[in-house]
């Protein structure tokens, strides 16, 4: 019996959740799985909430809409936990994974508040890129802790597939991949 992982990331525009999104589709692909990475478009502007979604398979993908009932969320800002309901049909025993400096016990409480029982991860991306890149682009922790919670793949199969997506989509800017691997490999570490 096949088993489709959906996830589904909440984000801002300019974060990188599309970006984030639309590598796990071709980390996984790679991987020979079958997948779907896509935004969901509207009259977005820098710093507006984005949706976007993936889904991974072992079998043909036949279903082509959005999904709303998701395995895991991403939430990229944790701004958007009051702005937009984050946790909106996600499965009971999913887990969303959340962007946030402030302590995980902090988070819980918040989702609790809204009704929310499941399992909640946390990642500071912003520590993790201020760390590896200099700049606060939190998509690529937030891509190693997405894989890491849903055990999407083994970690370093994962990295292995990073490189070379990196090493193609930076062909003009290698400068930026070594990085890009730092962040991915201090969110493994980072993510709780």
């Given at each position: 019996m096949?088993?489709?992982l959906?996830?589904r990331?909440h ?8 970006t ?9 692909f ?5 997948v ?15 949706t976007a979604?993936n889904?991974?398979s072992?079998t ?5 809409s ?5 395995d895991?969320?991403v939430?990229?800002d944790?701004?958007?936990?009051d ?5 909106a049909g996600?499965?009971?025993?999913g887990?969303?994974?959340i962007?946030?400096e402030?302590?995980?016990?902090a ?9 929310f ?7 500071d991306a912003r520590?993790?890129?201020?760390a590896t890149?200099?700049?606060y682009?939190?998509?690529s922790?937030?891509l190693a802790?997405?894989?890491k919670?849903?055990?999407?793949m083994?970690?370093?199969?994962f ?10 989509k930076?062909?003009?800017?290698p ?6 691997m730092?962040a991915l ?5 980072e993510?709780?």
């Open positions: 096949s088993k489709m959906k996830i990331w984000g801002r525009g300019g974060q990188g959740a599309k984030a999104a639309l590598l796990l589709a071709d980390v996984a790679s991987t020979g799985s079958y779907q990475g896509f935004p969901e478009y509207g009259p977005e502007r820098m710093g507006a909430p984005i979604y889904r991974i072992d043909p993908i036949r279903v082509h959005n999904i709303y009932e998701p895991y969320v939430v990229v944790d701004s958007l936990i702005a937009v309901d984050v946790t996600l499965a009971a025993d887990a969303i994974v962007n946030t402030k302590g995980k016990e988070i819980v409480k918040q989702l609790k508040a809204k009704g029982e499941g399992n909640v991860y946390t990642i520590k993790v890129s201020l890149l200099g700049k682009f939190p998509n922790p937030m802790a997405i894989v919670v849903a055990k999407i083994p970690e370093e199969q990295l292995s597939e990073m490189q070379k997506s990196y090493a193609h930076f062909a003009s800017k400068e930026v991949i070594e990085g890009n730092k490999e201090m969110a493994l570490k993510v709780e």
